[in-house]
């Protein structure tokens, strides 16, 4: 039941509508849940919902994006008042390609080695998966101010102020709050359309670089005759030039007709690496096999 609602299942099939899975193994110290942002008040530039979002996917567009990362994955899974930590060590390739393998073995020596996209995510994972550049478009013309009924010229046009909104979601500012020191615009958010596909609730966005702090998720999804649903809350951090997962918490829960089943999850990512490459075996069972 833990893969039903971990990485292969029906959690992971939430997550991945919510860009990310929290359905794997991992190592690190337990991670310390997201404290509260309060609603302290501070002094920062004075926003639409609108632009602070414009603001973030910008922002998001111009992260760095290493190709190889080496890092490790503290999981924790609660499960009928049961707790069972794992711990993990991941090589991720760009493409999308992982090995994780387990750091505790078994009795014969063994550990649990998994190739493909890591779960629940690879840590240089922005959450607005879709703010990537925008087509360029052709403004329509300006219709030139023709001549009045009474044979007038028409007053000329100042100045236009376009309005934008972002594609997918309705976005509200709810404060400006303190959040870990900073101060954080915490933007509410609804999607316009489908909600599987664009499950996000909440961001909490640095007022001064516009990045990521935080996001919650909502998310569901379907697999034959299972439903599933998690509520999932992301951090992020600064290491080196990139910005990347730092904790991911979520609870979930799966039912397939009468029959349910839920799970608390925790993952801290640490001990980050960025070396020019890394040998392709790595990625492929077969090959993996022969140097091991």
Same mark, same amino acid.
């Given at each position: 039941?833990?893969?039903?609602?971990?990485?292969?299942?029906?959690?992971?099939?939430? &997550?991945? !509508?919510?860009?990310?899975?929290?359905?794997? =193994?991992? +190592? #690190?110290?337990? %991670?310390? @849940?997201?404290? $509260?942002?309060?609603?302290?008040?501070?002094?920062?530039?004075?926003?639409?919902?609108?632009?602070?979002?414009?603001?973030?996917?910008?922002?998001?567009?111009?992260?760095?994006?290493?190709?190889?990362?080496?890092?490790?994955?503290?999981?924790?899974?609660?499960?009928?008042?049961?707790?069972?930590?794992?711990?993990?060590?991941?090589?991720?390739?760009?493409?999308?390609?992982?090995?994780?393998?387990?750091?505790?073995?078994?009795?014969?020596?063994?550990?649990?080695?998994?190739?493909?996209?890591?779960?629940?995510?690879?840590?240089?994972?922005?959450?607005? &998966?879709? !703010?990537?550049?925008?087509?360029?478009?052709? =403004?329509? +013309? #300006?219709?030139? %101010?023709? @001549?009045?009924? $009474?044979?007038?010229?028409?007053?000329?046009?100042?100045?236009?102020?376009?309005?934008?909104?972002?594609?997918?979601?309705?976005?509200?500012?709810?404060?400006?709050?303190?959040?870990?020191?900073?101060?954080?615009?915490?933007?509410?958010?609804?999607?316009?359309?489908?909600?599987?596909?664009?499950?996000?609730?909440?961001?909490?966005?640095?007022?001064?670089?516009?990045?990521?702090?935080?996001?919650?998720?909502?998310?569901?999804?379907?697999?034959?005759?299972?439903?599933?649903?998690?509520?999932?809350?992301?951090?992020?951090?600064?290491?080196?030039?990139?910005?990347?997962?730092?904790?991911?918490?979520?609870?979930?829960?799966?039912?397939?007709?009468?029959?349910?089943?839920?799970?608390?999850?925790?993952?801290?990512?640490?001990?980050?690496?960025?070396?020019?490459?890394?040998?392709?075996?790595?990625?492929?069972?077969?090959?993996?096999?022969?140097?091991?």
């Amino acid at each position: 039941m833990k893969r039903l609602l971990t990485s292969g299942g029906l959690i992971a099939l939430t &997550l991945a !509508a919510a860009a990310l899975a929290f359905a794997a =193994p991992s +190592p #690190s110290p337990t %991670p310390t @849940p997201a404290p $509260s942002p309060s609603r302290t008040p501070v002094q920062v530039e004075d926003l639409s919902a609108d632009q602070i979002m414009i603001n973030a996917e910008k922002a998001t567009r111009a992260h760095a994006h290493p190709y190889f990362i080496t890092y490790e994955m503290h999981e924790i899974f609660d499960h009928h008042w049961q707790r069972e930590i794992d711990d993990y060590r991941v090589w991720y390739r760009g493409d999308g390609k992982g090995l994780m393998q387990s750091i505790n073995k078994d009795h014969w020596g063994r550990a649990d080695t998994y190739f493909g996209y890591p779960f629940p995510s690879a840590p240089d994972n922005d959450i607005l &998966l879709y !703010a990537t550049p925008d087509p360029a478009l052709t =403004p329509p +013309p #300006s219709a030139s %101010p023709g @001549p009045l009924a $009474s044979g007038a010229t028409a007053p000329p046009v100042i100045s236009v102020q376009p309005v934008v909104g972002d594609r997918y979601y309705s976005v509200k500012l709810v404060a400006i709050e303190d959040y870990n020191g900073k101060p954080v615009y915490h933007l509410a958010m609804h999607a316009l359309r489908d909600e599987r596909a664009h499950p996000w609730k909440d961001l909490w966005i640095d007022a001064t670089t516009f990045d990521v702090l935080r996001a919650h998720a909502h998310a569901s999804g379907s697999k034959g005759p299972g439903t599933g649903t998690l509520d999932a809350t992301v951090e992020f951090e600064q290491v080196g030039q990139y910005w990347l997962v730092a904790h991911a918490i979520g609870d979930g829960e799966v039912h397939v007709g009468p029959f349910g089943d839920s799970g608390h999850y925790e993952y801290t990512f640490h001990d980050f690496g960025f070396p020019a490459t890394i040998p392709d075996w790595y990625f492929d069972p077969k090959a993996f096999k022969q140097h091991h």
